[in-house]
């Protein structure tokens, strides 16, 4: 045991100790989650015979699509050091309020889907003026937010799913363009959102404004950055992307379901978290967010594509994959991120 | 000093290497009971490297180790402390919201026999063991309460009560009132005749000079002398630090300003930490804020800035008034320049050198979106004017010195130059090499024609450069000072 022990401490300070020239080693070591990708796809393609066909590939596109949506905003508030834990009910909120506009009222496209994508936004910009007038957490004020929309959703829906969606809201969840083998239409929005939220971050003064915010407030308002503002324009953001996704996914599904997106917040953060951004702010980007998503979108798919597996074990190895996929970033990548309290 | 004595702790012939780069070569040191042994140099001469490996937090090094006689290898900062190795770091570790008791007895409360924390024989052996040393306070406040002076203290009986014998204290004094630092210099003396040994690092060689019955000194890597504390003047330990002969400007050259134009005004300022500051700097001069810390003028520079909220008064810069609580975005389009006395708060330490330059002036560079090439055009001309070393725009800030990184954050004002320049404590912390550049370029913007203010809890900082000195208190200026044949004494008497 102690043996072990040592050889994966020493294995591990030679690959901190290699030189600062060899580029390509700390290339390697810094794209540590893509390699946690290709590992998986190499695994899945040889396990499962059905897993590389094209209409498979497809298929994990459009799997992680809603996903994709949620994490275009959350990277955006992980990356400044904060939470949203009501991008789920958030979601349901602007979904079910567009279903209700739609259905039960009567009222025409484009409205009810606006209302709803308004409304969600309107929810994130008021998390946001809460946490940064008055200093509370976002943990707290989107806790807040979870409740507030999850229960408006109960109210509005009094429980019951509805089943009648517009073909608007249809069209952007499942619909194809080019016939029925065509490319899916949500994942082309989701690319879309994934380059608008890479577009913003890499290239824009405001996207530099969340990362130097992330990084060190103090060093931020040092420089003249309203970091209010900055989290306020967050928060926006990631409401705005969580009424989006809500319906997307309303789109996908037919219906109007007040649970349909429940599990999406642990999903959302674990896919960004996974990619290499840090929950501490200041460290990650979009792209690591899409290959955070490819990699939770292959083992979810992957997994399904293995018949021999018992389908009950199935979230349990997900969870162990994801471990091991988190340590092997923190190993790699994270070299700079070694405890330096002392 | 006895030296027949039996050292109780002996390195001998320690060599570390961090990758290319080698820490320390062949360096002996050694330490004697009730001995203060001091330890200086400049940064990166291998000073924290040597503490490092004495008290255990480097494990693995070349050399050997011995202590009482005996060769030892730590495996851990715990196990040195087991060894009665206690090391007092320079940022402080305690908790400032636990009691001071509570503090001192961290990691290892006294419990009763139903395992729960024993207060009061805690409180009670923590008073004692304090009102021992000389210090009465109430041990059952929480430790935030007193003063920085006072949790160094705190920090350093910690140390003791867990049974070290051998003291390392890393810059005890750097964040210290010149009053705190003659209380902690007693302490150090008191314990030294307690027959503890202590192993002194610092910066400021006069306090070293007091203290130290011998001093080390690294150069590179490299034992370059042990003194005597009858051989040890703070110019001979200059001299052996930087390895060459030095010519002293501690004494402020004479100016004769040629411009007399006032550039910011200060009228009636109050804060809750300040009060009825009026004050005005004129164009190509150094104005100082001379006071110990808690005086309330690093909160002025920063109310200057807009970073601290002030209730009344005004703030008039070339003829133009800033509206009451300005930010800080207006205070720099307006021509105002501020460097913090923390480094570590004003810079991206793993962000390049040329992306901390331009972060305050990404409006002016790139509208909506900033380019890499205008950036890297806008920033390498003020790496060149500061004199960065290594000057290469994309190296990470956080892996150049101290100097350099105080350089970095002097350099970000220069590609849109301010009307006058702001600056908490410019040199704390710095080499004696790195201080008297970066003090050079503060003459050479008063030169230039620009304002600037010092503010400064180091009277040598503010005499080496300031031309007239405002000397703060309590929030309140008690004297106003032209720079001639004043020195350390004088100013500190002020206070």
Known sequence: MNSTKTTVASLVEKLRALPKSSVWARRFAALAPLWTLAALFLFFGLASEGFLRPINLRNILTQVSTLAIFATGMTFVLLLGQIDLGIAAVAALSAMLGAHMFTKMGIPEPWPILSGIGVATLLGLISGVASARFRIPTFMTTLAMQLIAGGLVTYISKGRVITEVSDVAAFLGSGKIGGNDGLPVIVIVAIVMLLLGHVILRYTRFGRYVYMTGANKAAARLAGVNTNRVLIIVMTICGFTAGFAGIISMGRLHSAQPDATESFLIDTIGAVVLGGTSLAGGRGSMLQTVVGLLIYGTLRNGLDNIPTIDIYLKEFITGVVLLIALLINTVFAGREQRDQTI | ?495
Not at chain 2, 27 to 42: M, N, W, Y
Not at chain 2, 279 to 285: A, D, H, S, T, Y
Not at chain 2, 355 to 367: C, D, E, V
């Open chain 2, 1 to 495: 000093m006895d030296v027949n004595k039996q050292p109780i702790l002996e390195l001998k012939n320690i060599s570390k290497n961090f990758r290319s780069i080698q820490a320390l070569q062949h360096v002996d040191f050694d330490l004697v009971e009730g001995e203060v042994h001091a330890l200086v140099g400049e940064n990166g001469a291998g000073k924290s490297t040597l503490m490092r490996i004495l008290a255990g937090i480097y494990t693995e090094y070349e050399g050997s180790y011995y202590l009482d006689g005996k060769e030892i290898q730590f495996h851990s900062p715990h196990d040195a402390l087991e060894h009665g190795i206690g090391m007092i770091h320079q940022e402080l570790s305690v908790i400032p919201e636990l009691s001071v008791a509570e503090n001192l007895f961290l990691g290892r409360q006294p419990v009763t026999r139903w395992g729960i924390i024993d207060w009061r024989s805690m409180e009670q052996v923590a008073q004692k063991e304090l009102h021992s040393l000389g210090f009465d306070i109430d041990v059952t406040m929480p430790l935030e309460r007193f003063s920085l002076g006072t949790q160094q203290v705190i920090e350093v009986f910690r140390a003791i009560l867990s049974g070290a014998r051998v003291l390392v204290m890393d810059e005890p004094t750097s964040a210290l009132s010149p009053a705190e630092v003659k209380q902690l210099i007693e302490l150090v003396k008191t314990l030294k005749s307690q027959g503890r040994s202590i192993i002194y690092i610092s910066h400021f060689l006069e306090e070293v000079v007091q203290v130290a019955d011998r001093t080390t000194v690294l150069r590179n890597g490299v034992s370059v002398g042990t003194l005597d504390s009858q051989e040890a003047t703070v110019d001979r330990l200059i001299g052996l630090m930087l390895g060459r002969e030095i010519t002293r400007s501690t004494h402020p050259e004479e100016i004769g300003s040629e411009y007399q134009e006032t550039l910011l005004e200060i009228k009636d300022l109050n804060a809750d930490v300040f009060s009825d500051i009026n004050l005005n700097v004129k164009r190509g001069e150094i104005l100082g804020l001379y006071g110990p810390i808690g005086a309330g003028h690093f909160d002025l520079a920063r109310a200057l800035f807009g970073l601290y909220k002030f209730d009344s008064g005004s703030i008039i810069l070339d003829g133009k008034t800033f509206p009451h609580g300005h930010s800080a975005r207006y205070a720099i389009e307006n021509g105002l320049a501020y460097a913090t006395e923390s480094r570590r708060k004003s810079l991206l330490l793993d962000d390049a050198i040329y992306r901390n330059i331009t972060m305050p002036h990404l409006s002016k560079i790139g509208t909506l979106a900033p380019q890499r090439a205008k950036e890297l055009a806008a920033a390498v001309p003020a790496i060149q004017q500061v004199n960065v070393n290594p000057p290469d725009p994309l190296n990470p800030v956080g892996k150049l010195s101290g100097g350099n990184q105080q350089k970095v954050a002097i350099a970000r004002w220069l590609t849109f130059p301010p009307k006058v320049f702001i600056m908490s404590e410019p040199t704390r912390g710095m080499d004696v090499g790195a201080k008297s550049e970066v003090l050079g370029l503060l003459r050479k913007f008063r030169d230039e024609g620009y304002g600037v203010i010092v503010a400064s809890s180091e009277p040598e900082t503010i005499l080496a450069v300031c031309d007239r000195i405002v000397v703060m208190s309590r929030g309140r200026i008690v004297s106003r000072l032209e720079n001639k044949n004043l020195d350390k004494d004088a100013l500190m008497r002020l206070i």
